[in-house]
């Protein structure tokens, strides 16, 4: 059997059970407002397929991915300049973060030191990935209107 078979025979097994799922939750949606019996009978089947399928696709697509990679030394050292990349501008947003304690209007601590330090990480971080992006969209941008 080839394995595109397998596959077309796998979705529609997915497709069934997620058609039965979801008879199922219109059938008693009524009901699953109040009775929480009821609730974890109808959902917790569905949340159980979808958790499932979700880490078939992150199985699949890591796997793959990784298979990639390897099969292609260029790429490869392509794809770790860019990890190296980005780690650079994780580190120089984390040295360029304020690592101040979050105070509410009262004077109690929202957040501790640690905590605004990796939140500011993160805001910083993207704003120097975005603006990376729109420097080479523009300069993308000037190429194509060159040519």
Do not use: H
């Not at 979808?50 to 699949?60: D, H, K, P, V």
């Not at 984390?94 to 993160?122: C, D, F, Q, R």
């Not at 300069?139 to 194509?144: M, P």
């Amino acid at each position: 059997m080839k394995n595109t078979k397998i596959l077309n025979i796998f979705v529609g097994i997915v497709m069934v059970l997620g058609i039965i799922f979801w008879v199922r939750t219109g059938m008693n949606s009524d009901g699953l407002k109040d009775n929480a019996d009821l609730q974890a009978s109808v959902l917790n089947p569905f949340s159980f397929l979808t958790a499932i399928l979700l880490l078939i696709s992150i199985g699949a697509a890591t796997f793959f991915s990784v298979a990639n990679l390897f099969s292609d030394p260029k790429l490869l050292k392509r794809s770790l300049a860019g990890l190296a990349f980005m780690m650079v501008i994780l580190i120089f947003s984390y040295l360029i973060a304020p690592s101040e304690i979050v105070l509410n209007i009262k004077g109690e601590e929202l957040a501790s030191a640690s905590i605004s330090k990796w939140v500011s990480t993160g805001i910083w971080y993207s704003i120097i990935l975005g603006i990376v992006g729109v420097l080479f969209f523009i300069v993308d941008f000037v190429k194509s209107f060159i040519k």
